[in-house]
């Protein structure tokens, strides 16, 4: 039993040093790599204002006052194209497509069809990303999203 003793009590002594080790004594405060570029490079290489910026848009930018309550709001702009996080659920197909671009608003409408005929179907949830293209990049538009269902 003894031997377990001095094997952990070596083991916690070696972690114990191992932690007090110093870096290199020669090394000076801030001495460390320099930035490859400077501020004013890095701006410059940022998109202005009115530029396409991908990613995901901004709530401010979403006017979702066409979807029914509890409906997903997830966008993302990837140059002239848009990934809507979309809703459908049982037998139903979530699709999108754009009714009207101009140079202040896009509107897209997120269609669920759904079968003509009764059927049995699941009753799940799916959030599928639908994809829609653009003439332009978003921008800084307003993103209108409207809902409809239709029987296929």
């Not at 998109?47 to 509890?70: I, M, S, Y």
């Amino acid at each position: 039993m003894r031997w377990k003793a001095t094997i952990t009590g070596a083991a916690l002594g070696a972690l114990v040093l191992a932690g007090c080790a110093q870096g290199p004594a020669d090394q000076q405060p801030g001495s460390g790599h320099a930035p490859s570029e400077s501020a004013s490079e890095a701006l410059k290489k940022q998109p202005a204002d009115h530029e396409a910026q991908d990613g995901p848009v901004d709530k401010d930018q979403l006017n979702g006052r066409g979807l029914p309550d509890g409906y997903p709001q997830d966008v993302t702009a990837q140059g002239r194209s848009l990934s809507i996080t979309a809703q459908e659920g049982g037998c139903g197909k979530a699709s999108a497509e754009v009714t009207e671009q101009n140079a202040d608003t896009v509107t897209v409408l997120l269609v669920e069809t759904e079968p003509a005929d009764q059927m049995m179907c699941t009753m799940d949830m799916r959030y599928p990303p639908v994809e829609v293209g653009l003439d332009a990049p978003l921008g800084e538009r307003t993103l209108v999203l409207e809902h409809t269902t239709r029987k296929e």
